[in-house]
């Protein structure tokens, strides 16, 4: 396969809707409008790409060094932990007082969130890495009683979450790190085979599938990232630098959008009655907001950098970080960005790598010589791979540099 690490330098949800009740400063606790101050911060012993979790008073994150953690949301001080046998880049899911896990070792764990302990582990066909760039595992979601992810093993699994006694598999023809999205009687997902499956949710059968165009670069047109429901719309992405609209029912594409120097990665639907979705982009830098029904561009705006990660949002802001190692709080209605928090990977580690502009240093290709050293280099500078959580006055930001950062207003 093409090297494609020079190419990236120089160019380098269970179910989402659009609809929306009640308030969201009531849920959230109004707007981050300016910058925010350090909480606290912790430290594990390797870089964390899934998303912090908050539940109640308790932070839950799971890290590459196989290590889920559960920390208190006040001090940070780490309450319990649960180790797996993998590195785990998947975020975990809570139902009441059981909390579901992608061990990142071919093992689904059912754990009490208290306690951390062992309730039932489910073991798939194993776990791989498609390549350095594939940054995320499937995220278990659950619905009805029953816990839906896929593996690394090519199957999309639906497991009883009582019992961890499997309900339905479902085979596609690459790896699967989606996270399902589920809508009506239908769930939704992404396969590194380029293909988008609608299945029958109570019995795994196939309704439809819609195959990406494929890209130089990507022939396959492989689907890394996750699908996301706004509108009556399932929008996806993959790595032929394509934006797809499918229709729900039928599969077909009701519009798509191409990118001109790399991905869109993560959508994100607005939690307004709004009919906009807000998609980050990777080699073009780019956070954008977009009319769902037609793909018409209200806004964009620039963060400098590969965006990874879907937005957080509250009434009128959004928040996220790309792989530079900063995370961002923009304006909603024009994207104008409000404020810049920087990781301490990005403090220590910024001019190894970038010029005080943040802009890629003139020396760079003698400096990062393959694509794992890229994927290093983002580590080193604390780039976000993903979403902040957001409870009341804090808000939770999980980095490569291994540290999980709690700000507050």
């Not at 194993?126 to 619905?143: H, K, W």
């Not at 896929?150 to 085979?171: E, L, P």
């Not at 009128?316 to 790309?322: K, T």
């Given at each position: 396969m093409k090297t494609y690490c020079n190419f990236l330098i120089a160019c380098f949800s269970v179910i989402a809707t659009c609809a929306f009740a009640g308030s969201i400063d009531t849920l959230h606790g109004g707007d981050f409008n300016n910058a925010p101050t350090l909480a606290w911060k912790f430290k594990a012993n390797g870089p964390f790409f899934g998303s912090p979790i908050i539940d109640g008073q308790t932070v839950y994150v799971a890290g590459l060094d196989s290590t889920l953690y559960a920390l208190d949301l006040i001090t940070g001080k780490a309450k319990c932990r649960f180790t797996t046998h993998g590195p785990m880049r998947a975020t975990p899911c809570i139902n009441g007082m059981e909390l579901f896990l992608n061990g990142g070792d071919g093992n689904l764990y059912a754990l009490d969130k208290n306690s951390g302990k062992l309730l039932w582990k489910f073991t798939t066909g194993g776990e791989r890495l498609y390549d350095p760039f594939d940054y995320y595992q499937s995220s278990p979601v659950f619905?009805?009683?029953?816990?839906?992810?896929?593996?690394?093993?090519?199957?999309?699994?639906?497991?009883?979450?009582?019992?961890?006694?499997m309900v339905w598999r479902f085979a596609t023809k690459g790896v699967v790190h989606n996270t399902v999205t589920i809508g009506?009687?239908?769930?939704?997902?992404?396969?590194?085979?380029?293909n988008v499956y609608a299945l029958n949710i109570q019995s795994g059968q196939l309704i439809w599938k819609f195959k990406t165009v494929g890209h130089n670069y990507f022939p396959k047109g492989e689907l890394e990232f996750s699908p996301t429901i706004c509108n009556g719309l399932l929008f996806i992405s993959g790595r032929d630098y394509n934006l797809y609209a499918l229709d729900l029912e039928k599969g077909y594409c009701h519009?798509?959008?191409?990118?001109?120097?790399?991905?869109?990665?993560?959508?994100?639907?607005?939690?307004?009655?709004?009919?906009?979705?807000?998609?980050?982009?990777?080699?073009?830098?780019?956070?954008?907001?977009?009319?769902?029904?037609?793909?018409?561009?209200?806004?964009k705006t620039n963060v400098r950098n590969n965006i990874m990660s879907s937005c957080a949002l509250t009434g009128g802001m959004g928040y996220l970080g790309p792989l530079l190692g900063k995370f961002y709080g923009f304006d909603l209605t024009t994207g104008a960005i409000k404020w810049t928090f920087a990781t301490d990977g990005y403090n220590d580690n910024h001019l190894k790598y970038y010029k005080a502009d943040d802009s890629f240093r003139d020396d760079i290709y003698s400096i990062i010589l393959s694509n794992e050293a890229l994927v290093v280099a983002q580590q080193n500078t604390g780039g976000i791979n993903s979403t902040p959580a957001i409870a009341n006055d804090l808000m939770v930001v999980s980095s490569t540099d291994g540290t999980i950062y709690c700000v507050k207003k």
């Amino acid at each position: 396969m093409k090297t494609y690490c020079n190419f990236l330098i120089a160019c380098f949800s269970v179910i989402a809707t659009c609809a929306f009740a009640g308030s969201i400063d009531t849920l959230h606790g109004g707007d981050f409008n300016n910058a925010p101050t350090l909480a606290w911060k912790f430290k594990a012993n390797g870089p964390f790409f899934g998303s912090p979790i908050i539940d109640g008073q308790t932070v839950y994150v799971a890290g590459l060094d196989s290590t889920l953690y559960a920390l208190d949301l006040i001090t940070g001080k780490a309450k319990c932990r649960f180790t797996t046998h993998g590195p785990m880049r998947a975020t975990p899911c809570i139902n009441g007082m059981e909390l579901f896990l992608n061990g990142g070792d071919g093992n689904l764990y059912a754990l009490d969130k208290n306690s951390g302990k062992l309730l039932w582990k489910f073991t798939t066909g194993g776990e791989r890495l498609y390549d350095p760039f594939d940054y995320y595992q499937s995220s278990p979601v659950f619905y009805n009683d029953v816990v839906y992810f896929g593996s690394g093993d090519s199957c999309v699994y639906a497991v009883k979450a009582a019992t961890g006694k499997m309900v339905w598999r479902f085979a596609t023809k690459g790896v699967v790190h989606n996270t399902v999205t589920i809508g009506g009687n239908k769930l939704f997902v992404g396969s590194y085979d380029g293909n988008v499956y609608a299945l029958n949710i109570q019995s795994g059968q196939l309704i439809w599938k819609f195959k990406t165009v494929g890209h130089n670069y990507f022939p396959k047109g492989e689907l890394e990232f996750s699908p996301t429901i706004c509108n009556g719309l399932l929008f996806i992405s993959g790595r032929d630098y394509n934006l797809y609209a499918l229709d729900l029912e039928k599969g077909y594409c009701h519009w798509n959008r191409a990118f001109e120097r790399g991905w869109a990665t993560r959508i994100t639907a607005s939690l307004k009655n709004d009919s906009l979705i807000y998609v980050s982009t990777s080699d073009d830098y780019l956070i954008i907001a977009m009319r769902a029904y037609t793909g018409e561009i209200v806004w964009k705006t620039n963060v400098r950098n590969n965006i990874m990660s879907s937005c957080a949002l509250t009434g009128g802001m959004g928040y996220l970080g790309p792989l530079l190692g900063k995370f961002y709080g923009f304006d909603l209605t024009t994207g104008a960005i409000k404020w810049t928090f920087a990781t301490d990977g990005y403090n220590d580690n910024h001019l190894k790598y970038y010029k005080a502009d943040d802009s890629f240093r003139d020396d760079i290709y003698s400096i990062i010589l393959s694509n794992e050293a890229l994927v290093v280099a983002q580590q080193n500078t604390g780039g976000i791979n993903s979403t902040p959580a957001i409870a009341n006055d804090l808000m939770v930001v999980s980095s490569t540099d291994g540290t999980i950062y709690c700000v507050k207003k």
